[in-house]
């Protein structure tokens, strides 16, 4: 791992398809060697869809791991380690398990059910949860990487049900959720943020401790609060402080492209962040835009110089898949090759 005394210079690998990219895998290996990137961040898949061989688990193997018979986290950990330290990257949305355990899913502030989430009682202290805790523990204990990311843990308009709705009503006192003056759920209300991040909160403790059992690191995906950098994303119930008392680092998502703001607003982002110090911090760049393309070459630099000039120069560069050959050029730039 980059120690906390060395800037991260990560790149999520991505591809369209994890049995046709094995060549662009290779080909990956050769570009990251050559440049200064010290983590590469490999994607394990989903609890309903792995890209590797979770023993006992078959029947959760995507179809590219059960058609080629190919463990793409292992084959893939191998092939970067020799030149990074790796992060597996765990996506917590579930349609197959939601498909086969309708009641699992998460419910909206409208009454919709989720094709995504399971509810955050379900994931806290349900059968979801446990399993996914499963699949945390064989990761760590059996693959070649050095930290997992947590990624998608994020409610907002979601996360409603009944189950939820107790759980809300024991930890704030009240009998009911928050309304508006129509009657629909309050979401913004502060008071659901706060219980969702305890809850969130308790997960992560859990999934803390068996990540450290095998001396490795836990990540874990947040967004940011636009315009409100203060609010700490506690509306999807990622209080960064609390998700900080058991995170080991959180990565935050500057998908400014999709957002609307300009990329020299990373610098602002990272000046807010200083508090909780360059060991804790990982700044991701998205590369994707509204307009359904990548952001520029330009885009990219403007938003690398000015998390580097700031107190946060750890960078998270992603996916690989939207990274032009102009792109690679400004990482080449501002990182330097070995």
Known sequence: MPSP????RAVRIDFASFKEGRADAQALVQRISGINVNLVALGAGRLDWN?????????????????????FLAEDATRFHPWASVSTVVDVFAPRYITEHPHAAAVSWLGQRSEHLVSTTELVQGEFGSLLLHMLDYIAAHYPVDSISLTELSYYTEGYGDDDKAAYMAYTGRTDWPRNPIGLVNIDDPSIGRWRSYEIGRFLERAAAVVHRYHKELYVDVDVSWGHLSRESVEKGQDYGTLLQYADRLGIWDYFGLSGYPPDYTGEIARYLKKYGAARIIISVGLWSQRGTAI????????????LKSDIPNLWITPSLLLSEEHWQVITDLWGRR
């Open 51 to 71: 890209y590797f061989k979770w023993e006992g688990h078959e029947d959760l193997w995507s179809s590219d791991v059960r058609e080629t018979g190919i463990d």
């Open 5 to 8: 005394l060395t800037p991260v």
């Open 296 to 307: 520029s070459p330009d885009a990219l630099r403007r938003a690398m110089q000015a998390a």
